[in-house]
């Protein structure tokens, strides 16, 4: 027998399989891979312990362009759970209030804290504050409106108005998202 021909009795250690840098390679099919509770364990590590590596796979989820960023931020604070039950959602539930509320009571004292902060005619902040309390009945509704804030000069608001209904939980579930041009506003997705 040669050497050649002799095989080991132990095999080769192969490599460990790292689990961010799978679900980094991943991102582009599962943009939710990151976001695997294994994964989110071993990235709070990586955030805590090793700046330079979180830099770097901060760097990589942003360069995918398929992970919010602030999601990625969130869930993977010192403070986030590591169970898979719902504690380290996005949104965390919201608990019911006790006792029977007036609509009109409600819509007149939104409309009063966004009049606080936002100069706009009377219309302007019954919509808004209409809108804002929308948000919490969109899962039971089959159209919604989507909040277009425009205006014709700059630095006049918008982005008050567009601030307010997520401060102080006034919005369910706030999110920002980014201008998109109109023709893909108006396409239809299939």
């Not at 009571?105 to 504050?129: K, N, S």
């Not at 948000?135 to 989507?146: E, L, S």
């Amino acid at each position: 027998m040669t050497a050649a021909n002799v095989t080991p009795l132990v095999p080769e250690a192969t490599p460990a399989s790292d689990l961010i840098a799978d679900a980094l390679a991943k991102l582009k099919q599962d943009p939710g891979a990151l976001f695997e509770v294994e994964v989110l364990v071993l990235l709070r590590q990586a955030r805590k312990a090793d700046p330079a590596r979180w830099a770097r796979i901060r760097h990589a989820a942003k360069e995918a362009k398929s992970v919010s960023l602030a999601d990625l931020d969130k869930l993977t604070q010192d403070g986030a759970n590591d169970s898979a039950e719902g504690d380290s959602e996005i949104f965390p539930e919201v608990t019911l209030w006790p006792t029977p509320v007036d609509g009109a009571e409600l819509l007149d004292g939104l409309a009063i804290i966004i009049r606080r902060h936002v100069i706009a005619d009377p219309a302007t902040i019954h919509a808004a504050a209409l809108w804002a309390a929308l948000t919490w009945f969109i899962d039971v509704v089959n159209v919604a409106p989507i909040a277009n804030v425009t205006a014709p000069e700059k630095r006049c608001g918008k982005t008050v108005l567009l601030g307010l209904p997520s401060a102080g939980r006034v919005q369910h579930r706030p999110r920002r998202t980014v201008p998109c041009p109109a023709t893909l506003a108006a396409d239809p997705v299939d």
